[in-house]
């Protein structure tokens, strides 16, 4: 199993997404929330299933919301860049690099 490490970005982006399901919805943040979790496990078993995105990082799509995982592994450490929405801003966390 490999180590799993967050931009310090990441946080805030997953709160605000958060907050504006919840917001749609009672409860449906915390659906966004155990997919993303499910999205980390699975990442963290398998790495290098998903395909090169850009910048030698891969993409994990989420299945129930517009979300992409954006991660590189290295090693036995996976570095996850960003929580992107699928249509927003697409290349924004190329920065973080």
């Not at 659906?31 to 699975?42: P, R």
């Not at 929405?85 to 697409?90: A, D, L, V």
């Amino acid at each position: 199993m490999h180590n799993i490490i967050f931009h310090p970005d990441i946080e805030h982006e997953v709160k605000a997404s958060y907050k504006w399901y919840q917001g749609q919805t009672n409860g449906l943040g915390d659906d966004f929330l155990n997919e993303l979790e499910t999205a980390f496990e699975t990442i963290t078993g398998l790495p290098d299933t998903w395909p090169i995105f850009q910048l030698d990082f891969r993409r994990f799509l989420l299945s129930k919301f517009p979300y992409s995982v954006i991660y590189r592994a290295h090693n036995k450490t996976i570095f996850v860049v960003a929580v992107m929405h699928n249509s927003r801003k697409p290349g924004y966390w190329s920065d973080r690099v």
